[in-house]
């Protein structure tokens, strides 16, 4: 059982004499490390945590009863999540709980400081380190709205991990771009990469602890070290094979990387990749298949630009895993436009595609372009995912009766396990839970496929 379960029950059972804090976490991989941390200091502290606790504590009123606190780490990407994130505000803010809200939206909207927050505390993006100093002044009575941009250091810090085996490593916040969608610039601010020798050393300590999957991630991995370095050889690249070099049975996946950053190290990238324990997978978002949207959105490349990238990779590496991030109905997005966008996904024939309608941000430009209808992005977007369900599903066959050794990385439903093969597929093993476990390497023959999984079986473990 592990230590969550642990927890839970002992909070169902009788509440602890510590003093009880739940964690929800919304968005990407950053908030999730950032919650870990958070959770990390808390319990040095001597609290009693439950982080990005699952569906199941979530609903459960006897827990949300049991809690002294909860921090609510949200997220500013969509409307959608912060529809979510307010839905979960007015929750607690019907029991007897302190509430603590971290994360973008604060960060992006300090406004709401004076209106929606302004009888909650607030800790912002580059404040995680004075946590355990709110939540005693927020148990205290008081209401604390720290949002300073200061540069404090979140690497090298206590934390509890989501997944033993799973080490979220950060390595820079903020991002050279300036995306006229994005609301995440307003939170996490321009570029600051952290030094190497502190992520080697962060590195190496989760390793210590077991760690067998390392997710480099950031706002844009593609630009790390563009602002404290300047010469090549520190750019991304060179920290994965500093990584790549390290002494252990560990696997690295490398998170999104903007297509201009990774155009000025591609030939270097991509030489990095074929390491055997690097994980073949390319997330580089594209957002439109079309210039003149490009341009608008204020991506700096172009399309032809971007092809030159996939090509590059798999030509080296054939069978690599490329994710693309599109944008749907950007604003004054002619039918034409729409339509390029639907020949580069014919064409490069992604292998996972994150497809987003467009979502109108306060506070970024594209807040005051020409919207279109409602009805016109939904109609595209439901094209776009039928054509790309229909092309995943397809790409899933060529996969039957191969054999891959796996990591098994997360625990999946109905007594499954979840494991990644090199080029980080999604493989189901059935009925698996009994024989195997989190962080063991096994070998496996795919069986059956279903349009976005591969179902594996196992033949030995490794």
């Known amino acids: 059982m592990s230590n969550k379960s642990v927890l839970i029950n002992k909070v169902l059972s009788k509440k602890s004499s510590k003093t009880l804090v739940c964690i929800k976490t919304f968005g990407c991989s950053i908030n999730h490390s950032d919650s870990e941390v958070m959770a990390g200091l808390l319990q040095e502290a001597g609290y009693d945590v439950i982080n990005s606790y699952s569906g199941e504590v979530e609903n459960n009123d006897t827990i949300s009863d049991t809690a002294d606190a909860i921090i609510i780490n949200t997220c500013s990407v969509k409307n959608l999540a912060e529809s979510k994130f307010f839905r979960e505000l007015r929750k607690w803010q019907d029991k007897d709980v302190k509430i603590i809200v971290a994360g973008c939206i604060p960060q992006a909207e300090p406004e709401l400081l004076n209106t929606k927050l302004k009888d909650v ?30 540069k404090n250091d979140r690497l090298n810090l206590p934390k509890i991990r989501k997944t033993g085996i799973i080490e979220i490593l950060p390595i820079s916040e903020g991002c050279l771009s300036s995306c006229t969608y ?59 094979n500093d990584l790549l070099s390290i002494d252990g049975e560990f696997r690295i996946r490398l998170g999104m990387s903007n297509p201009d950053h990774v155009d000025r190290i591609k030939n270097e990238l991509v030489e990095t990749f074929k390491h055997a324990k690097m994980y073949k997978f390319l997330h580089i978002p594209i957002q439109s298949g079309n210039d003149r949207v490009l341009k608008s959105m ?12 996939i090509d590059l990779f ?53 807040e005051s372009m020409k919207q279109l209808y409602s009805a016109v992005i939904k109609k595209r977007a439901e094209y776009l995912k039928k054509l790309f369900d229909g092309l995943s599903e397809n790409n899933n066959k060529k996969f039957l009766n191969k054999e891959f050794t796996v990591l098994i990385d997360e625990l999946g439903r109905h007594d499954s396990l979840i494991a990644r093969d090199e080029y980080y597929k999604h493989i189901v093993i059935k009925n698996s839970t009994q024989n195997y476990k989190i962080g063991d390497f096994v070998k496996v023959k795919i069986s059956s496929i279903t349009r976005y999984d591969l179902v594996g079986e196992v033949i030995e473990k490794v």
Do not use: M
């Open 298 to 309: 204020k991506r700096c490349y172009t399309v032809k630009e971007f092809n030159g990238i």
């Open 182 to 240: 994005c609301k995440t610039k307003l939170a996490r601010g321009n570029l600051l990469s952290y030094p190497k020798e502190k992520i080697i050393k962060q590195f190496k300590a989760a390793l210590a602890d077991g760690c067998k999957e390392f997710w480099i991630t950031s706002q844009d991995n593609g630009c790390y070290g563009f602002d404290i370095y300047r010469k090549e050889k520190y750019f991304l690249p060179q920290l994965l």
């Open 121 to 150: 505390s607030v800790i912002g993006t580059r404040q995680l380190v004075h946590v355990v100093d709110i939540l005693k002044e927020t148990l205290n009575g008081e209401i604390i709205h720290n949002i300073n941009n200061d």
């Open 314 to 366: 798999r030509r080296e590496i054939p069978e690599i895993t490329i994710s693309t991030d599109i944008i749907v109905g950007f604003p004054d997005e002619a039918d034409r436009e729409f339509e390029d966008t639907v020949k580069l996904v014919k064409h490069v024939n992604f292998d996972v595609l994150n497809l987003s309608r467009f979502w109108l941000r306060k506070g970024t430009e594209a």
